[in-house]
């Protein structure tokens, strides 16, 4: 059971238009949310988040949105350029240290391609 | 820093051999994570610590697979005997305990592991 789900296994985008990336969760618990980037033969790194007690947070060309009561959160990258081009993982963490430490949960991810 | 640091970078190994790979946390976190990356189910919490301590294994696929952390510094995760289907990429992440400012956890580099 995926508490976190990105129903789109890959997007292909024209340089310097806009990427959205879909994030859906089904655990109303989720109090934090992280996108996370990933290129080829490194790690995920870090790249915005969202705390549950906002809508929006923005960081230059990204900009992350969430909808709580349709549990669903998405990345925005205007304009998008070649470099963009990874994998995006969507991440919840849930509230409470006790119950759910500080663990993140991710989805399977989206590959992203911005075509020049 | 030199960030997390994970060893071998690449494993193959036959069916049935013992596999042990290892991570280097950044000096400082006290929070540990092995994950693997699966194309079906993406990113895959296996186990995490907390001050050396195990918390949550319950991602653990079966007995075949252990996890430990001797101390703060240093990490190893087992797999005794291996079969095909544990290839996949294995990362290791460090975070502080508790972090809510949104930086999330450091991944390593990922050993990518083929059983044949």
């Known amino acids: 059971d995926q508490q976190v789900k990105q129903n789109s296994p890959s997007l292909s985008v024209q340089e310097g238009r806009i990427s959205i990336l879909n994030c859906d969760y089904t655990?109303?618990?989720?109090?934090?949310f992280l996108w996370y980037k990933k290129y080829p033969a490194e790690g995920p790194t870090f790249l915005i988040s969202?705390?549950?007690?906002?809508d929006k947070n923005e960081d230059g060309r990204f900009t992350v949105f969430l909808n709580k009561s349709a549990k669903h959160l998405s990345l925005h990258i205007v304009p998008s350029q070649p470099g963009d081009s990874a994998v995006y993982f969507c991440?919840?963490?849930?509230?409470?240290?006790?119950?759910?430490?500080?663990?993140?949960?991710f989805g399977a991810g989206t590959i992203l391609r911005v075509k020049s | 820093d030199a960030g997390v640091i994970q060893s071998p970078r690449h494993e193959v190994t036959e069916m049935g051999q013992e596999v042990t790979l290892r991570c280097k946390p950044i000096?400082?976190?006290?929070?540990l994570f092995w994950y693997r990356q699966t194309m079906m189910r993406g990113l895959e919490l296996l186990i995490y610590?907390?001050?050396?301590?195990?918390?949550?294994d319950s991602g653990m696929p079966e007995d075949r697979f252990s996890a430990k952390m001797p101390n703060a510094s240093f990490s190893t995760l087992k797999i005794q005997p291996s079969e095909p289907r544990d290839s996949a990429v294995y990362f290791c992440?460090?975070?502080?305990?508790?972090?809510?400012?949104?930086?999330?956890?450091?991944f390593g580099s990922g050993t990518r592991l083929t059983v044949v």
């Open positions: 969202i705390s549950s007690i906002k």
């Open positions: 992440a460090s975070s502080l305990g508790q972090d809510r400012v949104g930086y999330g956890y450091t």
């Open positions: 655990n109303s618990m989720f109090d934090y």
């Open positions: 610590f907390n001050n050396n301590v195990p918390i949550d």
């Open positions: 991440a919840a963490k849930g509230a409470g240290f006790m119950e759910y430490g500080n663990k993140l949960v």
């Open positions: 000096s400082g976190h006290n929070s």
